[in-house]
């Protein structure tokens, strides 16, 4: 080989490795110049290890991105359950999960996090679909009794979307994982839907705050359901909807360090939920001030007003941000 080639050879090789390196970068980031994602890598790295297969129907959770580059969201007005939990810096992601409709897409798709696990047992068996993983969480995820999708063991269900930069362009096509709703039964959190409770106070918003991020609900008389807000700008669809929810938990919980950290050092919050403590729920346009209980993980979550009396839910979406501070 001659000097001009092994020159030309080694320029290349240099050139594809910066490119690596450059786009093993990006996807580490949630925005530009913001705090970094939970270090996880890229997504094919996260392959499905020896996660027990789930048996009969199972609801489906996917991980849902929520930086401000990441909206508006796509398919998540189909879920009928949306949880909202604190990340690294002090941001927000949401963890939709679906069982009576699947929407055809959905996303953008994120990595999940350590206590996802937790809040997943009341589910029996489900599937998890999330894109990249911490290598140190991984066992923990092949451990769990749930079924883990990624863009590693499901390229054919995952796609990179246009018009908006990695990482927050991974969507997922619900249909190819789980070929139908599992349905209403697959929905085993404890929740009951009915009239509401007496009482309560009327009520036109409510805010919960995270260091780097918040969360506003506003009572629409004609609409009947809460419009959702994040950050201060109201929440639609990707194709231009208002995202609504018929009810709203604001559960508070104890919010600890985890054992993991991301790139930059910032340590992944442990939203704890399991134990005892107390709600309010919004429905209808008045809150009610409750308390909430799950005792082990493999239950779900108990509301009750003081006097041990279950507080029904509204039908349709139900909506469950998690806070450390009341």
Same mark, same amino acid.
């Given at each position: 080989?001659?000097?001009?080639?092994?020159?030309?050879?080694?320029?290349?090789?240099?050139? @594809?490795? /910066?490119?690596?390196?450059?786009?093993?970068?990006?996807?580490?980031?949630?925005?530009?110049?913001?705090?970094?994602? %939970?270090?996880?890598?890229?997504?094919?790295?996260?392959?499905?290890?020896?996660?027990? !297969?789930?048996?009969?129907?199972?609801?489906?959770?996917?991980?849902?991105?929520?930086?401000?580059? /990441?909206?508006? &969201?796509?398919?998540?007005?189909?879920?009928?359950?949306?949880?909202?939990?604190?990340?690294?810096?002090?941001?927000?992601?949401?963890?939709?999960?679906?069982?009576?409709?699947?929407?055809?897409?959905?996303?953008?798709?994120?990595?999940?996090?350590?206590?996802? $696990?937790?809040? $997943?047992?009341?589910? =029996?068996?489900?599937?998890?679909?999330?894109?990249?993983?911490?290598?140190? @969480?991984?066992?923990?995820?092949?451990?769990?009794?749930?079924?883990?999708?990624?863009?590693?063991?499901? /390229?054919?269900?995952?796609?990179?979307?246009?018009?908006?930069?990695?990482? &927050?362009? $991974?969507?997922?096509?619900?249909?190819?994982?789980?070929?139908?709703?599992?349905?209403?039964?697959? $929905?085993?959190?404890?929740?009951?839907?009915?009239?509401?409770?007496?009482?309560?106070?009327?009520?036109?918003?409510?805010?919960?705050?995270?260091?780097?991020?918040?969360?506003?609900?506003?009572?629409?008389?004609?609409?009947?359901?809460?419009?959702?807000?994040?950050?201060?700008?109201?929440?639609?669809?990707?194709?231009?909807?208002?995202?609504?929810?018929?009810?709203?938990?604001?559960?508070?919980?104890?919010?600890?360090?985890?054992?993991?950290?991301?790139?930059?050092?910032? *340590?992944?919050?442990?939203?704890?939920?399991?134990?005892?403590?107390?709600?309010?729920?919004?429905? %209808?346009?008045?809150?009610?001030?409750? %308390?909430?209980?799950?005792?082990?993980?493999?239950?779900?979550? !108990?509301?009750?007003?003081?006097?041990?009396?279950?507080? *029904?839910?509204?039908? =349709?979406?139900?909506?469950?941000?998690?806070?450390?501070?009341?």
């Amino acid at each position: 080989m001659g000097r001009g080639t092994r020159g030309r050879c080694a320029a290349t090789r240099v050139a @594809l490795l /910066a490119a690596a390196v450059t786009a093993a970068l990006t996807a580490g980031c949630t925005s530009p110049g913001g705090p970094g994602d %939970d270090g996880r890598g890229a997504a094919e790295e996260s392959e499905r290890g020896t996660s027990p !297969s789930a048996t009969g129907p199972s609801a489906l959770a996917v991980k849902i991105d929520n930086a401000a580059a /990441a909206r508006p &969201h796509t398919g998540v007005d189909a879920a009928d359950v949306v949880y909202a939990e604190q990340v690294e810096g002090g941001l927000s992601r949401l963890m939709a999960v679906y069982a009576t409709r699947l929407p055809e897409t959905v996303g953008p798709v994120r990595s999940a996090r350590e206590s996802d $696990l937790e809040l $997943l047992r009341q589910f =029996g068996r489900p599937t998890l679909a999330f894109s990249g993983a911490q290598k140190k @969480l991984l066992p923990l995820i092949d451990k769990a009794p749930l079924r883990a999708e990624t863009p590693g063991n499901a /390229a054919d269900a995952f796609f990179r979307g246009t018009g908006r930069p990695a990482p &927050h362009n $991974l969507y997922l096509r619900p249909g190819r994982i789980v070929p139908e709703p599992p349905g209403q039964a697959a $929905l085993t959190t404890g929740f009951r839907y009915g009239p509401a409770p007496e009482g309560g106070t009327a009520t036109d918003s409510r805010t919960v705050r995270y260091p780097a991020a918040r969360f506003t609900f506003t009572w629409s008389d004609s609409r009947d359901r809460w419009l959702v807000g994040m950050d201060g700008t109201p929440a639609t669809t990707a194709d231009g909807k208002r995202m609504t929810a018929a009810t709203v938990v604001v559960q508070y919980v104890k919010v600890r360090e985890s054992a993991f950290q991301d790139f930059l050092g910032n *340590n992944t919050p442990y939203t704890e939920t399991v134990g005892s403590g107390k709600a309010t729920v919004l429905r %209808d346009g008045r809150a009610w001030n409750v %308390d909430w209980k799950r005792e082990k993980a493999t239950d779900g979550t !108990s509301f009750t007003i003081g006097d041990g009396v279950p507080v *029904n839910f509204a039908e =349709g979406q139900v909506w469950v941000v998690y806070s450390g501070t009341p």
